[in-house]
């Protein structure tokens, strides 16, 4: 029986709910990846279509009508339903192809990934994983887009449209060519650096740290590479001291080519997350993934 074309498209539908949780055109519009002028022409659409305005808009945000908080009752139901489809729609292509796309940044992706990959491998021998590399923001961005059916992330800033789960911790190490004595937050922002490029999830986490103990830091590195390997030979190479994941310098501080420097009062500790977008949920083997990293 075909439906009526009194019946909203799911967009639409699902438009109307992120305005009423987020309260802001322009901030549902943001996470779902369109403008406002669209997401605005999607919301005349549906009042168009039931004859009534369905939100209140104002300086401060948008909030429902009373129609259109009805609407959103009924709508949640509908939406609700689609994204079950969805995820058994997910589930039947996974049983049949067994293909993840992932995005991660590249301590993660160097020193973690292969790990949990071996022991998806384990639990799924059929499965294919295909890795995308780059830094936070391009992995943020890529999962935000589609290009990954989830992604993983040290920045501790998370876009919106994006969900962020834990799935561990790490510690910044800074290290130098040759053994120095502990240093003051003041000392180190003096120090000649070595720092990775803009956006990228060590360098944020860094820049946080000094910031929350010198107030108005702003970084000046003598060097901005976009790879830990060339970060730890130009370090090596007495070019200036380094700020680097903990888990890419373990070796290189064990065989005596990298020296660990103290620096008291600055926490370097950060969170690692999986990241999908929040109209979505985890399934098949993207579910799996996350829950290997979790633990």
């Known amino acids: 029986m ?32 369109i403008s406002q002028p669209s997401a605005s022409s999607r919301i005349r659409y549906l009042e168009r279509l039931i004859g009534q305005p369905v939100l209140e808009r104002s300086t401060r945000g948008s909030r429902p009508t009373p129609a259109g908080a009805l609407v959103a009752e009924w709508a949640r139901a509908v939406v609700g339903a689609a994204q079950q489809l969805d995820e058994g729609i997910a589930a039947l292509r996974d049983e049949t192809g067994s293909h993840l796309h992932v995005a991660a940044s590249q301590t993660i992706a160097e020193y973690l990934f292969p790990r949990w990959l071996v022991a998806l ?13 780059g830094n936070s923001a391009e992995v943020a961005q890529s999962t935000l887009e589609g290009g990954a059916g989830v992604g993983f992330v040290e920045s501790p800033v998370i876009p919106r449209g994006l969900q962020a789960h834990a799935v561990g911790t790490d510690t910044l190490t800074i290290v130098a060519a040759t053994p120095t004595g502990p240093l003051t937050p003041a000392e180190l922002a003096a120090a000649p ?22 107030p108005g830091w702003q970084p000046a590195p003598v060097l901005e590479l976009s790879s830990t390997t060339a970060i730890k030979t130009a370090a090596g190479a007495g070019a200036g001291l380094a700020v680097v994941s903990s888990l890419a310098v373990a070796a290189e501080i064990a065989s005596g080519a990298l020296h660990a420097v103290t620096v008291p009062g600055l926490d370097l500790r950060r969170t690692l997350h999986a990241v999908w977008p929040r109209s979505s949920r985890l399934t098949g083997l993207a579910a799996t993934l996350y829950a290997i990293a979790r633990s």
């Open 2 to 33: 075909p439906l009526s074309p009194r019946v909203p498209d799911l967009a639409a539908l699902d438009l109307l709910l992120s305005v009423i949780e987020l309260g802001s055109m322009g901030r549902a519009a943001e996470a779902h990846g």
């Open 121 to 133: 491998r384990t639990r799924e021998p059929g499965a294919t994983v295909a890795l995308r590399s």
């Open 193 to 214: 650096m070595i720092l990775r490029e803009p956006g990228s999830g060590t360098r944020i986490a860094f820049e946080e740290a000094m910031r929350a103990v010198l």
